[in-house]
């Protein structure tokens, strides 16, 4: 079977605080440049530091205290879980990071989350009921709980209307005028135009790093 490089020569550095924007045509490689800068998998060769650290050398168990803590995910469908409420969906991290089942304290962490993207009235809808706009702010709450300094957004407003696509990079542009780094892929030129950088990849490398 023939080798497919997804990635090949890639090297850049993000600053904290940035926003970027990676476009490229379909299969160009910007879910897995996503998917290794989110710690979900590593390159086969080469090295990406985060904070100065090589996470090419840690443990998958490691990894995945780093994505808990430190990352957070939006998907262009949500990948909400359906059986939970909107409060129950923004708790899954905090579950999956034991240290946190502190009742009150999670709750209070969730609760922030959810006020963060404006969903106060929706506590216990469960997915079926909110609109593709209020799903996907429940999915950017989530990523939220656990306070993280990265967002990384993977064609967030793929699946909605361009009003709420827009409110929904309004959410993440608050998110980055606190600090965060937020990193978003998509293939449309406006949604990209709130970024502050842009990545354009073809064929798995660098076509266009820009500054706007
Ligand atoms: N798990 C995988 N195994 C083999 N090839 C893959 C895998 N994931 C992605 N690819 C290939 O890597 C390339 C980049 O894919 P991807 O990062 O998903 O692109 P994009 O998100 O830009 O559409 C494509 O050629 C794709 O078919
Ligand atoms: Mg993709």
Sequence with gaps: M????ALSNIS???ERGEFIAIMGPSGSGKSTLMHILGCLDRPTSG??????????ALSNKELSIIRNHRIGFVFQSYNLIFQLNVIENVEVPLIY???????????????KAIRAVGLNERLRHRPSELSGGEMQRVAIARALVN???IILADEPTGNLDSKTGEEIMGILKGL???????????HDEKV??????????KDGSILVDSRQ
Excluded: Q, W
């Excluded at 946190?100 to 969730?110: E, P, T, V």
């Excluded at 980055?176 to 998509?186: A, K, P």
């Excluded at 990209?192 to 990849?201: E, G, Q």
């Design 97 to 111: 990071n034991r240290m946190s089942l502190n009742y009150d304290s999670g709750m209070d962490k969730c609760l």
């Design 176 to 186: 980055n005028d606190e600090g965060r780094t937020v990193i978003v892929v998509t």
């Design 192 to 201: 990209a135009s709130h970024a502050n950088r842009t990545i354009k990849l």
């Design 47 to 56: 090295s990406y530091y985060l904070d100065n650290s090589d996470v090419t």
């Design 147 to 149: 306070d993280p300094l």
């Design 12 to 14: 850049f550095v993000v």
């Design 2 to 5: 023939a080798e497919v490089h």
